[in-house]
C-alpha cells in the first residue's frame, strides 16, 4: 500500500511525506506498541529493537520526509517525563541508524506548537538537535490558543525561530476549526480569515514544508468532538469551503 502511493504521489507531482506514529491514539499519552511485543515501554530493549527495525523498513521506500515522531512534546502534557526521555533516547539512536543506511533520507519529529507555547517547555527542542533533519510542529490555534485569528499573537509562530533560529522548519499539521453550522464558536468565516493571514503568520520562519491536516472534514466517527471533525477544507459531502478558493491561491504553498 504504501510503495503504491508513494508510485501515485510521484506521478501526480506531489511529495511523499511518511510520518510514523508510536504513540497511543491522538491523546499521544503513551507508548502504543504493537501487541505481539512483550514490551510497553520505549526503555524496555524489545520495543526499542522493533522501533528502529521498523524505522529502517519505512526508509526503505524512500519517501521524501519521514516522521519518526508525532507531537511526541505530549508525553509531557500527559505526564509522563519518563517516556518522554526514553524517546528522546531512542530517537537519537534510531536517527544514527537510519542516516548510517540511508544517508539523503531527510527525517524528522513533530511537537505540538500550541502545548509548547502554553507549557513554556522550549529547551527540549535542543534534545533532539541530534535526533533530526527539520523540526515539525503541528498547530490547531483555535482548538488550544484563541478563538479568533485576530487574537492570535502576531508572533505566534514566528517565535519559533527564538529557539531554532537557523535550524531547518516544517509545518506537519495545521488547521483551522471551522465549527459545526449554526455554530457559535467558529465558522467558515473565520477559517478564510486564518488562512488569509497565514503567509503574514510564517513570514518570519521560512518553513520547508506546510501541511494542510485533511482536505475533508471528517465522520463522526472519527471522534465525538464535533468541532475537531470541522477542520477541513472540503465538507464531507464534497461541497468546497469558502477556504478552498484561498488555500489553493496560496502561491507560498506550491
Known amino acids: 500500500y504504501l510503495r503504491e502511493a508513494l508510485q501515485r504521489s510521484r506521478e501526480n507531482g506531489f511529495k511523499f511525506f511518511l ?13 502504543a506498541p504493537p501487541s ?19 524505522v529502517l523498513e519505512l526508509a526503505a521506500l524512500k519517501p521524501d520526509i519521514l516522521g519518526i515522531g508525532i507531537e511526541v512534546n505530549l508525553l509531557i502534557l500527559n505526564n509522563n517525563q519518563k517516556e518522554f526521555d526514553y524517546y528522546a533516547s531512542l530517537a537519537e539512536e534510531t536517527y544514527k541508524l537510519a542516516k548510517e543506511r540511508y544517508p539523503s533520507q531527510t527525517i524528522t519529529i513533530s511537537f505540538s506548537w500550541d502545548i509548547m507555547k502554553r507549557q513554556k517547555n522550549f529547551d527540549i527542542l535542543k534534545k533532539f538537535k541530534n535526533s533530526l533533519d527539520v523540526y515539525s ?33 516544517g509545518i506537519s499539521e495545521i488547521s483551522w476549526f471551522s465549527g459545526k453550522e449554526g455554530s457559535e464558536e467558529s465558522s467558515e468565516e473565520l477559517q478564510v ?12 520562519i521560512s518553513p520547508e514544508y506546510i501541511t494542510i491536516f485533511f482536505f475533508f472534514d471528517l465522520p463522526a466517527s472519527f471522534t465525538a468532538d464535533e468541532k475537531f471533525n470541522t477542520g477541513g477544507i472540503i465538507k464531507l459531502d464534497g461541497t468546497p469551503k469558502k477556504s478552498w478558493e484561498i488555500i489553493t ?3 507560498f504553498l506550491r
Open 36 to 54: 505481539s511485543i512483550q514490551g510497553k515501554s520505549f526503555g524496555d530493549p524489545d520495543v526499542r529493537e522493533a522501533f528502529k527495525n521498523r
Open 193 to 204: 480569515e486564518f488562512f488569509q493571514k497565514l503567509p503574514k503568520f510564517m513570514e518570519k
Open 137 to 169: 510542529f503541528t498547530t490547531y490555534p483555535n482548538i488550544f490558543t484563541a478563538p479568533r485569528p485576530d487574537l492570535l499573537p502576531s508572533d505566534f509562530y514566528s517565535s519559533i525561530r527564538k529557539y531554532l533560529p537557523t535550524e531547518r522548519v
Open 19 to 31: 510520518h510514523f506514529d508510536p504513540l497511543t491514539g491522538m491523546t499521544r499519552e503513551a507508548p
Open 249 to 251: 491561491g496560496l502561491k
